[in-house]
């Protein structure tokens, strides 16, 4: 069965750094993009980062650049989201999404190119 699994996911203090993890069951994520999205309460989910299968190039919501790092470890089958220097407002489910559909320049974060969804895993942020 084909499956992700976020885990990583807590409570942290503002300022605070936490590494969210994607692992891949039943295929092989270096053969994806994965992208990182996140739903807070009473919000849309949004796009997060991403990163593509060819090349490793990298995208990043302009909330999140220069604080959030996307890699990926293909030993271990997984895509990993850094994040430092949170804050209240990075609270939220995360969700990362794989897909090996095309994905032209611009569309990183539209949901509905990616065909694999994880269920999500809770980031709080709050002192």
């Known amino acids: 069965q084909l499956q992700l699994v976020e885990s990583g996911g807590g409570l942290v203090q503002p300022g605070g750094s936490l590494r969210l993890s994607c692992a891949a069951s039943?295929?092989?994520?270096?053969?994806?993009?994965i992208g990182w999205f996140r739903q807070a309460p009473g919000k849309e989910r949004e796009g997060v980062s991403c990163?593509?299968?060819?090349?490793?190039?990298?995208n990043y919501a302009n909330s999140v650049k220069g604080r959030f790092t996307i890699s990926r470890d293909n030993a271990k089958n997984t895509v990993t989201l850094q994040m430092n220097s949170l804050k209240p407002e990075d609270t939220a489910v995360y969700y990362c999404?794989?897909?090996?559909?095309?994905?032209?320049?611009?569309?990183?974060?539209?949901?509905?190119?990616?065909?694999?969804w994880g269920q999500g895993t809770q980031v709080t942020v709050s002192s």
């Open positions: 999404a794989a897909t090996r559909r095309a994905m032209p320049a611009g569309t990183e974060f539209l949901q509905g190119l990616y065909t694999y």
């Open positions: 990163i593509r299968s060819s090349g490793g190039r990298t």
């Open positions: 039943g295929f092989t994520l270096e053969n994806y993009a």
